[in-house]
């Protein structure tokens, strides 16, 4: 099988056998791509991430990350402005995901991917120590390669329109190629933003019921349905995440599940907690028991009314 290119072509084709070069950086690319789309979809999907009163919004872990972040005052004027932008860091990744998985402006794309990371690490995974706990460093790290070596011509749609455009206007100049090849490219993502606004825009026509009354009481479960040692998780009045846990027969007790270090939300670990961003790690008491937060899970105060467990 012959490698050598066809004429008008710049880069090497995708029928390259898998062992040379220009396949090595596909595995990458896929994590990488399918990492910020799934990323950026569900942060678009998640009715808490542009609510300005939930703990686990953007406009709350903006707060939380404000105040050690070496880029403080930047993030605090973006603070203000939550939603506008909450929706620039979920179209973004939702937008370099894609970009980088069809091969449409990919070098583009990987730069997009490089800076949002690299924000990701100043601000969210600052104060990680040792700083290679983080994953943010490490994903602004893995996109270098992308940067520098874009798609390769390995399954690139921006090589495809090309190559259709040459097809189609043989006479066209380099230039006007490249002018064409920005036009479609810009019209393709211009169709995908749109889907991205209509998801966004079916979201905001049909919300979510408003939250019951926070002074109202919720049935958690049934006293002989919760086992001694076990946890189940519920959702709070006013709608936040937590978990009831029943350490002993007689016992009760239940925590929000939000990291007090960046407001992530933590999952049962043994007999305790574990926030699965940085690695803090709470008890049955919801008392830390491992960095990088320092406060303790926020309490839920519970009661047993009637053999249920039920909101105080």
Not at 75 to 96: D, K, Q, W
Request: proline share 9%; aromatic share 8%; charged share 15%.
């Amino acid at each position: 099988m012959s490698l050598k290119p066809s004429p008008g072509e710049t880069t090497p084709r995708a029928d390259a056998p898998p062992r040379t070069p220009i396949w090595t950086l596909l595995p990458l690319r896929v994590f990488l791509g399918g990492t910020f789309l799934c990323a950026g979809l569900s942060k678009i999907l998640d009715t808490h991430y542009l609510d300005q009163t939930s703990p686990l919004g953007v406009h709350a872990q903006m707060l939380h990350a404000a105040t050690t972040s070496p880029i403080g005052p930047l993030v605090s004027f973006a603070a203000e402005h939550p939603t506008v932008t909450g929706l620039a860091i979920a179209l973004g990744e939702v937008a370099v995901g894609l970009g980088t998985l069809l091969g449409l402006f990919a070098r583009v794309a990987a730069l997009g991917g490089f800076l949002l990371a690299l924000s990701f690490f100043l601000t969210v995974s600052w104060t990680t120590r040792p700083y290679y706990f983080g994953a943010d460093i490490v994903f602004a790290a893995a996109w270098t390669p992308l940067l520098i070596a874009g798609d390769a011509g390995l399954f690139s749609t921006t090589d495809r329109l090309r190559a259709a455009i040459r097809r189609r206007r043989p006479d066209a100049t380099p230039d006007g190629v490249e002018r064409r090849v920005l036009l479609w490219g810009g019209l393709i993502t211009a169709a995908t933003a749109a889907l991205g606004a209509v998801a966004l825009t079916r979201r905001t026509a049909n919300p979510e019921p408003s939250p019951a009354d926070p002074n109202s009481h919720t049935v958690i479960a049934a006293v002989s349905a919760v086992a001694v040692g076990s946890s189940t998780r519920f959702t709070t009045p006013d709608g936040s995440t937590a978990y009831l846990l029943r350490p002993s027969a007689d016992t009760f007790m239940a925590f929000l599940a939000t990291c007090t270090h960046q407001g992530c939300p933590v999952t049962p670990a043994g007999s305790g907690f574990r926030c699965p961003c940085h690695g803090s790690t709470f008890d049955g008491n919801g008392q830390v028991t491992g960095g990088p937060a320092t406060k303790p899970l926020g309490k839920v105060p519970v009661r047993v009314v009637d053999g249920q467990v039920t909101t105080a």
